[in-house]
């Protein structure tokens, strides 16, 4: 599927059962207005909040809803109706449609069609906050993107339940906005890796001409041609950044350790071994409006390196003289000329997170710490989720657990706001 034009598709909708349903109406009319032609598809608990006759007028055609109906299984058979559509929509997704989807369970219609297409979904989640960051709903929806299924949302704000968070569906025309991308983009299924997997048009190009610089993924530290010292950073949480800052219409330097992942598509990215090489790189890269140092930077590199490999001998094994590495992020915020109007840092602790944070960001002369905790029994370092706490001179903010790319994209928002604030 690459290239169709809104104007010309065919749009598959399931509902699901939530409140936000009724939104899921106005999207059906925004996208007929468009010029899209909508089939309709309610679960039982849909059929609670909206009438289906709502939707069958407003999309044109009859609802249907019941896997077991002859009329409809003759007229149109589940995997007929997914063979007709270009993009299958489902919105509300509720943590049960989610979890059903992501078990492959074919219990309804609804999950049958899911079950049995072979076209792409983009779902749009909606449910209370504490359901949304739960682990069992955090893992439905790291399998989901892990299939290629794309995400819209969910957005922060207050619920239909009093609580205040992420869950709130997506806007309808944020949501005709990501079924947009979705049918042009021209590869949406197989990308190589995680990151690169979820297209939300929600948040629009709120850095548009902004140059934005990330650091990412671990740094080598030679001892010899063949050893080096390095970590456990996979380089997730920086390549999403990246990802979701060019979303959000910025130009994008990623420099690299070295990582297994594929650079998100138009960022630019300038690989590098050395924390030595990361910071001269991502000087050259300036200037900058953002630089963001997601990177895990050794903090020492071995004095004298040998040309060659160190052999075993009698002498016993060689004693290694460490110094201290260039430390990059406090390096540009403490630039004369030509600092970055905004500068990030990170702060992985294993104790007294926010504490460490605190003094991470005066030594470092950063104007934002994300903190994140790496104590024993955590999976920051090469795990889909983090729970981060933002730590600025006068406030800590504790986020929920989130996908990494959830966290991303929330951090650019905040900081796309704060550039907007400073002018
Ligand atoms: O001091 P610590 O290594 O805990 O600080 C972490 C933060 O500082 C991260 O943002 C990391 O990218 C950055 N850093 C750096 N250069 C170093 C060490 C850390 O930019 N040499």
């Known amino acids: 599927m690459s290239g169709i034009a809104l104007s010309s598709a065919r749009v598959l909708l399931i509902i699901g059962g939530g409140v936000s349903a009724y939104k899921s109406l106005e ?3 925004r996208l007929r207005e468009r010029g899209a032609r909508v089939r309709v598809i309610m679960t039982a608990a849909a059929k609670q909040f909206i009438a289906p006759l709502s939707a069958a007028a407003l999309s044109g055609d009859k609802v249907y809803d019941d ?4 009329t409809d299984e003759a007229e149109m058979g589940h995997i007929e109706m997914s063979r007709a559509a270009d993009l299958i929509v489902v919105a509300p997704a509720t943590a049960d449609l989610l979890a059903r989807m992501a078990q492959g369970l074919a219990n309804d219609l609804a999950s049958t069609t899911l079950l049995a297409t072979d076209k792409v979904a983009l779902v749009a ?8 960051v739960h682990p069992a709903t955090q893992r439905n929806v790291a399998t989901l993107r892990a299939q290629g299924v794309l995400f819209c949302g969910p957005d922060d704000g207050e619920m239909a339940c009093g609580e205040f968070g992420p869950g709130r569906m997506a806007e309808p025309q944020a949501i005709v906005a990501a079924v947009e991308a979705a049918l042009t983009r ?6 190589p890796m995680s990151v690169g997997k979820n297209a939300n048009a929600g948040d629009a190009a709120t850095l548009a001409g902004r140059h934005v610089i990330v650091t990412a993924g671990p740094t ?15 380089g997730l949480q920086g390549y999403a950044i990246a990802q979701a800052a060019r979303e959000a219409g910025a130009r994008v330097t990623l420099v690299s350790g070295p990582v297994a992942l594929t650079a998100p598509p ?12 990361m910071l001269g790189a991502a000087t050259k890269a300036l200037p900058a409006d953002i630089f963001i140092g997601a990177a895990a930077v050794a903090d020492w590199r071995v004095e004298q390196a040998g040309e060659s490999k160190l052999k075993k001998n ?3 094994p060689p004693a290694l003289k460490l110094i201290e590495n260039p430390d990059i992020v406090s390096t540009l915020a403490h630039l004369n000329s030509g600092r970055p109007r905004v500068v990030v840092g990170f702060a992985a602790e294993t104790e007294n997170l926010v504490e460490n944070a605190r003094r991470k960001l ?24 983090n729970a981060v706490q933002i730590v600025t001179r006068d406030r800590v903010e504790p986020w929920p657990q989130m996908g990494k790319l959830d966290v991303a994209r929330r951090l650019v928002r905040l900081l796309a706001q704060s550039l907007d604030n400073h002018i």
């Open 125 to 132: 989640p909606a449910m209370n906050v504490r359901m949304w």
């Open 186 to 191: 021209p590869t949406l299924l197989n990308l």
């Open 27 to 29: 999207l059906i009319r």
């Open 67 to 70: 896997l077991f109906s002859l």
């Open 266 to 277: 138009g960022v630019e990215l300038l690989r590098v071994e050395t924390a030595q090489e």
């Open 362 to 385: 005066s030594r470092k002369g950063c104007d934002l710490i994300v903190a994140n905790s790496v104590a024993p029994g955590t999976t920051t370092f090469g795990g889909e989720f």
């Open 220 to 234: 080598r530290e030679p001892i010899d041609p063949v050893r080096y010292i390095g970590n456990r950073s996979s």
């Open 314 to 316: 009698a002498a016993g």
